[in-house]
């Protein structure tokens, strides 16, 4: 999940450009494009240069402004400032890049038996963590097992209960066997937790990875500094001499510190702060497709959202066209109620329409279901992007039916800390991009999922998301995740009003910049510096 400023601004329409395969791609006009193409999971990936190199001559210190971070355990972390932090001093196995394709990191090639069930991996030679000791496959090993620990409690339990067992099959091989099928394993090998950790670590917070930069300085209440790793493995990364992620509480005070050039680099800008940052000479924009989206959800396991009626009744007086074009202003997609949106084009589906507003019918289903003076409910929100804006937006359309909302706006740590979040009843939730859908299904929909905040249950579903995680029959995936949209649409309890553009803002002096749709998974070891 993501864990994710406010008055929407001037209405602008900007239009996205869908492209061939699994994605899309978009950017506003005075920028290239940042291509989405479709992922391919091939049996065999060739290798990526490793070995240490000198410092390739590097430059300039990036600041990049962020949310303050909470977790520093791999294993523990979510929210885009600390998957970017995590990311930058480890190395994921498999990586994943802006176009949602695997590509080799740690992992420099990979070959898959043909039932599905084995997965070999050659390791990159010369790798060492940051206290100088080597990197080898027992250090993968020991991560995966950390990571599918039951007694653990972390998220990925139920991500990584499909393996069988992992092995070092080598000082530079590593073997992983699977119980069943999953064709979207190396995606999973790829999640945000699954950074690579020593072998024994007893303090994983003590940041010793194998990545391309060294913590040098952690202030909680402030920053964290890093220096490059001069051992760094992958020639001529990085390239930056230093980076910098200063914390913020305000996505605001983020731009103005952009704006007045005490921060270089702002992600996860909501659209009118992205707007007004057009006029702006020294400053690059980028915006690309993602399928990050809010989900707007009622608890379906006590009142008032175990009743059927009043989801519906929700449903009904919601209008998605005019939450797209208020809040998104035209960035991104309108949704229609599941997490499977534009972007998985193979998978996404049109065929089950949303009805259109009807607030005499969201009435009628109140007093159905015993609200005939109306509904009082409390809509919790983190106070990150759009958020603030859709509730208000939501709480003006659900007026008209009878539906009386008050908004309650937390500081997103206060909002996500101690799983408040997955406690209240009605509540809006930043969900991250992600390169399949499948990943959505298993950890926030069907019944036992890790993050299920809806507390949804429904045996169809469950019984077509298993099956859809675990066949190799593309067709056969399309009719299920076909099948799963339709039970969101005519029965779940979500709304998902929009699809979100992910946008950015960097200082023009720095060059080679890739946004990611998923912003805390955006690879900055390639940017450079120039004073030009």
Known sequence: MQKYNRQPGVLVAIWIIFILLLQACSQPATQPAQVQTSPGTGSTVISTESAVHPSPGRSGTLRVAMQPIVQTDPAQISSDSEVLVASHVYDYLVDVDPTSKIVPRLAKSWQISTDGLTYTFGLAEGVVFHDGSPFTAKDVVWTFNRLRDPASGFPTVDLYSNIESIAASGDLQVTFKLKQPNPFFLYDLSDNHALILK???????????????????????????????????????????????????????????????????????????????????????????????????????????????????????????????????????????????????????????????????????????????????????????????????????????????????????????????????????????????????????????????????????????????????????????????RILIERGPIIVPYFSATNAAINHQFTDFHLNPFPGRTDLRTVSFSNG
């Open 199 to 485: 072998e024994g670590t007893t303090d994983p917070t003590k940041f010793n990875g194998t990545g391309p930069f060294i913590v040098s300085n952690y202030s909680p209440e402030d920053r964290i500094e890093l220096k490059p790793n001069e051992n760094y493995w992958i020639k001529d990364e990085p390239r930056l001499a230093g980076l910098q992620v200063i914390f913020f509480n305000d996505d605001t005070a983020m731009v103005a510190a952009l704006r007045g050039g005490q921060v270089d680099l702002v992600m996860r800008l909501a659209t009118p702060l992205f707007e007004g940052l057009k006029s702006d000479n020294n400053i690059s924009l980028f915006s690309i497709p993602s399928n990050k989206f809010d989900v707007v959800r009622l608890r379906a396991d006590r009142a008032p959202g175990n009743d059927p009626r009043v989801i519906q009744a929700l449903k009904l007086a919601t209008d998605r066209d005019v939450l797209f074009k208020l809040i998104q202003q035209g960035y991104g997609a309108v949704g229609r109620d599941s997490p499977i949106g534009p972007m998985y084009s193979a998978y996404y589906s049109d065929q089950t329409p949303i009805p259109a507003r009807d607030v005499t019918a969201a009435k009628n289903l109140l007093v159905e279901a015993g609200y005939s003076n109306g509904l009082n409910l409390t809509l919790y929100t983190p106070d990150t992007e759009n958020r603030p804006d859709l509730a208000v937006a939501l709480k003006d359309q659900w007026a008209a039916a009878g539906i009386n909302v008050d908004v309650k706006v937390e500081p997103e740590s206060v909002y996500y800390g101690d799983n408040g979040w997955l406690e209240v009843n009605l509540g809006i939730t930043g969900w991250g991009s992600r390169p399949y859908p499948q990943f959505y299904l298993d950890v926030m929909l069907v019944c036992d999922a890790k993050w299920n905040e809806s507390h949804f249950c429904d045996p169809e579903f469950d019984k077509l998301a298993k099956t859809a995680g675990t066949t190799l029959d593309e067709d056969e995936r399309i009719k299920d995740y076909q099948e799963i949209q």
